[in-house]
């Protein structure tokens, strides 16, 4: 079982979880309940109009939740609890969907699981997104891409 590569690092209670500070502090457990919470991206449903006002609270549990998740499977491929990790990035997609860092995620767990036909599914979703919008991927997912890429053809 190959080892997934690791996320670079940016930068006690769910409140405290989810302040941002404690994401790294936080036990799995804690973070664990607090992904128990996403239902889908915040404010989902309410007109634009009415949401203005709330826009930098959406943008902060957002966030927060995909820190949340990020730190989950983390801790969850380090454990070797592929399902755990599979679970965090698919909690944190309900609330972003697309998130590059939730899908470089999803490209380090499916590498640890030895699934290199949805490895290579997601680089290409990946890399296909980037061009469509003009940007470049961000450099821990370029690391990532290569580790997994540069990997599977030393194995072939």
Same mark, same amino acid.
């Given at each position: 079982?190959?080892?997934?590569?690791?996320?670079?690092?940016?930068?006690?209670?769910?409140?405290?979880?989810?302040? &941002?500070? &404690?994401?790294?502090?936080? %036990?799995?457990?804690?973070?664990?309940? =607090?992904?128990?919470?996403?239902?889908?991206?915040?404010?989902?449903?309410?007109?634009?109009?009415?949401?203005?006002?709330? /826009?930098? %609270?959406?943008?902060?549990?957002?966030?927060?939740?995909?820190?949340?998740?990020?730190?989950?499977?983390?801790?969850?491929?380090?454990?070797?609890? =592929?399902? $755990?990790?599979?679970?965090? $990035?698919?909690?944190?997609?309900?609330?972003?969907?697309?998130?590059?860092?939730?899908?470089?995620?999803? =490209?380090?767990?499916?590498? /640890?699981? &030895?699934?290199?036909?949805?490895?290579?599914?997601l680089v290409s979703y990946l890399s296909a997104t980037a061009r469509r919008l003009?940007?470049? $991927?961000?450099?821990?997912t370029t690391r990532i891409i290569n580790t997994v890429t540069h990997a599977d053809r030393r194995a072939s």
């Open positions: 079982r190959a080892s997934a590569p690791s996320r670079g690092r940016g930068e006690g209670s769910k409140r405290h979880a989810l302040d &941002g500070h &404690g994401i790294h502090t936080a %036990s799995t457990a804690t973070l664990v309940a =607090v992904l128990k919470l996403a239902r889908g991206r915040v404010f989902a449903g309410v007109p634009d109009n009415e949401v203005l006002v709330f /826009q930098p %609270s959406r943008h902060h549990v957002e966030a927060r939740i995909v820190d949340a998740a990020l730190q989950v499977t983390d801790r969850a491929l380090e454990a070797g609890d =592929v399902e $755990l990790a599979r679970w965090a $990035l698919a909690q944190g997609l309900l609330v972003s969907p697309d998130h590059e860092d939730l899908m470089a995620g999803c =490209v380090r767990t499916e590498y /640890q699981a &030895g699934n290199m036909d949805k490895v290579s599914e003009g940007v470049d $991927l961000n450099e821990d």
